[in-house]
């Protein structure tokens, strides 16, 4: 799930569990709205943690070898 899911899924979580009044007997709405602002929040987390493990900072002064000049000198 990207970012744009964990949005949605804060968006419609919130949806559900502050701007809605719907009473089911079988289901509580408002949980399921907490549920899904709470998984979204945790992916938004994950996603962030994810992307900054993945940004690869190289130091000034480092020489970047290519393949091709580790194979063939």
């Given at each position: 799930?990207?970012?744009g899911g964990c949005i949605i899924l804060i968006g419609a979580g919130a949806i559900l569990a502050f701007a809605t009044d719907w009473k089911m007997d079988t289901v509580d709405v408002d949980l399921?709205?907490?549920i899904m602002m709470i998984?979204?929040?945790i992916?938004?987390?994950v996603y962030?943690?994810?992307a900054r493990r993945r940004r690869?900072?190289?130091p000034?002064?480092?020489t970047v070898v290519s393949e091709?000049?580790?194979h063939h000198p």
């Open positions: 799930m990207g970012l399921v709205g907490w998984v979204g929040i992916g938004v987390f962030a943690s994810i690869m900072i190289v000034p002064g480092t091709h000049e580790r």
